[in-house]
């Protein structure tokens, strides 16, 4: 009974040993898992325990054997987690494309302003646009006019440097039309009907308000376009302005209910603003210089045009003198 005993106490002492063995085993196995894994791998699958055979077993003859040493439980390896792709580390800002980029500013020129602009603006620019096609008709037309005339009228006054009469003025200038057979005809056509008349100072101041008349006439005649200048060159910048005017108000208004003072928002209102001030100063500019020009061209031409009157009434004088000698010999003989 002793041996019996002491091989159950010695089968006993084994098998703690075997227990006491195992584990510590696997708590440290359980420990170390976590600190493998990634943080992004999924958990570690735990281990089933394995069943422990019974410590000691009967042998027949009562003396008990000792039992086979049984495996600890062992604990399943944990599943490395698969390495993170470069498409997870990078952050979603840099997969798609970079928001807050502002929009590309439209093209500024000046037809796109020009359709881009109030309807008011733009009937604005289209009425400086005409004024200042005005400008440039008139002071080609103004030119051609003047040009012709002056050079009619010096040729004309070249003509009858010579002539001794009226009657003979008239035929070195033909039947050509000008402000110098004009006055001519006056002339003629007031000694003709004060024929009779003794008075040569009433002869000559009869034909000298014709003449007046014919030179104011010419004066009106010789005029014309150049009011139109005058307006558009004094009209033009106010009319500009008010284009302006209306276009910073439009812009305003649309910086009120944009909440923003960004300059993508308030530079094109203002752009199209200011084109109309542009356009009334390239209207106003050439028409005030043209004006002027055409001022001293239009003085010389009429000083050719009081010369033309003063040759005709010196030629009447003469006539005047001549019949009036003729009629003195007449009574002497």
């Given at each position: 009974m002793k041996i019996t005993s002491f091989q159950a106490s010695l089968a006993a002492a084994v098998l703690l040993t075997a227990t006491w063995l195992a584990v510590p085993v696997s708590a440290q196995t359980q420990t170390q898992a976590p600190v493998q894994a990634r943080p992004s791998a999924p958990a570690p699958v735990a281990a089933q325990p394995v069943p422990v055979a019974p410590a000691t077993a009967v042998q027949p003859g009562g003396v008990a054997a000792?039992?086979?040493s049984t495996a600890a439980p062992v604990a399943a390896a944990p599943v490395a987690a698969p390495p993170a792709t470069e498409a997870a580390i990078a952050p979603a800002s840099e997969a798609g494309p970079k928001a807050g980029i502002a929009p590309a500013m439209k093209e500024l020129s000046p037809w796109v302003m020009f359709m881009s602009a109030d309807i008011i603006v733009k009937a604005v620019m289209i009425g400086l646009a005409f004024a200042s096609l005005v400008t440039w008709t008139v002071f080609i037309a103004k030119s051609v006019e003047l040009s012709v005339a002056s050079t009619k009228l010096r040729s004309a006054l070249r003509k009858i440097a010579e002539a001794r009469s009226l009657a003979e003025a008239q035929m070195a200038l033909g039947s050509k039309?000008?402000?110098?057979?004009s006055f001519l005809s006056a002339a003629l056509r007031e000694a003709r009907m004060s024929a009779g008349l003794s008075s040569d100072s009433g002869i000559k101041e009869r034909a000298a308000s014709s003449f007046a008349e014919i030179v104011r006439a010419e004066q009106r005649r010789i005029r014309i376009g150049m009011g139109f200048l005058a307006t558009i060159g004094s009209t033009s910048p106010f009319v500009g302005l008010f284009g302006t005017v209306w276009g910073i108000?439009?812009?305003?208004?649309?910086?009120?209910k944009s909440q923003t003072t960004n300059l993508a928002v308030v530079a094109p209102g203002i752009a199209e603003a200011l084109l109309a001030t542009a356009i009334g100063l390239v209207a106003a500019i050439p028409a005030v210089i043209i004006y002027n020009h055409f001022s001293r061209v239009t003085k010389g031409y009429l000083?050719?045009?009081s010369r033309a009157s003063g040759t005709a009434a010196r030629l009447l004088s003469r006539d005047l003198d001549r019949s009036h000698g003729s009629t003195h010999s007449r009574a002497a003989e």
């Open positions: 000792p039992a086979p039309q000008g402000i110098l057979p108000m439009n812009s305003f208004i649309g910086i009120s000083e050719l045009v």
